[in-house]
């Protein structure tokens, strides 16, 4: 399963928007209704909802990882629900990273799992019964700020610094997934991710509804295996052009790039063209962790392509230091408010 966002999301609103804005304005309704009807199974433990205003990556991914190291850090016992995007499991489900495959449980899923217990699962609460028998006392949820069904403590709302809200219209104009304001009224913190002015007016809004702000950026790991090469880079992810900056970061010279839709499943012919073009052109092939992730798990093919390719890992810097741990305390005593009338002194 794949998704790709119209380019015209992402720029100035035109006549594409404003032509679906009734259906825009309907799904709006209805999105922002069922945010504030929604009946959310309380869980007996702390729940913090890392989501985003929109669809595509706005880098959810990176900030899990980050909050679960640092709940470790603190001593916890982080487990990260997910709802399996791009895979095909339809029961809850613990991901096994030794024989589970992308195409099975998602590709953001595998990546997850090598840093905390990720359940996947279209209904989150019965994911979260599975974590919590494993022994997790402290619940991430990827995603499911909108439409989950369990309830969560605090909810922290990823949006890109460059791209912002695109064109700020609603799916099926633009891709907000609710109008902006019902979604600053239920998130607890924004997370600015990156750098540009695309995200300036949202923080100024959430800032006078009096929503903290933090920021973070994203910092290639390992940038010596690239620096100085000749690459042909490939992803397949919500906003390719992310992964290309990153590399160019790192040191690369990105001499041939190549798109695909967000979770895209690569096929063998895409793969022999891939391998052929490189190999023709004597460039080193570079990817995403994610588009690594469904390689490895993939094809014989597949797998033969992610050996002879390079992976960039990235890793989430935030601005402040000290935020992922505030992040994790404000989370619990939310919830021990919650469980227990008032927050336990610390």
């Excluded at 219209?169 to 998130?187: D, E, K, Y």
């Excluded at 790991?221 to 042909?232: M, S």
Aim: glycine share 10%; with cysteine; net charge positive.
């Amino acid at each position: 399963m794949t998704s790709e966002a119209p380019p015209f999301w992402w720029e100035t609103a035109d006549w594409r928007a404003w032509a679906l804005w009734p259906a825009s304005a309907i799904y709006g309704f209805v999105a922002a209704r069922r945010m504030i009807g929604a009946r959310r199974e309380a869980l007996d433990l702390p729940v913090l909802c890392v989501g985003n205003f929109t669809v595509g990556g706005a880098g959810k991914t990176p900030t899990v990882v980050a909050l679960a190291a640092e709940a470790r850090r603190l001593g916890l016992k982080p487990g990260v629900l997910s709802r399996g995007y791009g895979g095909s499991v339809s029961e809850p489900h613990l991901v096994d990273v030794h024989h589970d495959t992308a195409r099975h449980v998602g590709d953001e899923p595998m990546l997850i799992a090598q840093h905390a217990p990720v359940a996947v699962s279209p209904d989150r609460a019965a994911g979260a019964r599975i974590l919590i028998r494993l022994g997790c006392d402290f619940l991430l949820m990827d995603d499911g700020f909108q439409s989950a069904r369990v309830h969560f403590d605090q909810a922290l709302l990823v949006i890109d610094a460059a791209r912002g809200l695109g064109n700020g219209h609603v799916i099926p104009g633009g891709p907000m997934r609710a109008p902006l304001l019902s979604q600053i009224r239920f998130a607890d913190a924004i997370l600015a991710i990156g750098i540009g002015a695309g995200a300036e007016e949202t923080v100024r809004k959430a800032a006078r509804a009096g929503r903290p702000v933090h920021r973070a950026r994203v910092k290639p790991r390992d940038a010596a295996r690239i620096a100085g090469k000749q690459l042909l880079a490939f992803a397949g992810i919500g906003d390719p052009s992310k992964f290309f900056a990153t590399v160019e970061e790192a040191g690369g010279t990105i001499a041939a790039r190549r798109v695909f839709g967000d979770h895209h499943p690569f096929t063998d012919a895409e793969i022999a063209e891939l391998s052929a073009e490189a190999d023709q052109a004597g460039l080193m092939l570079v990817t995403t962790e994610k588009d690594a992730m469904r390689l490895k798990t993939g094809t014989q093919a597949a797998r033969a392509l992610a050996e002879k390719t390079t992976t960039l890992p990235i890793d989430l810097v935030f601005d402040d230091l000290q935020v992922p741990r505030r992040l994790i305390e404000d989370t619990v005593k939310a919830f021990e408010k919650r469980r227990f009338g008032v927050a336990k002194k610390r």
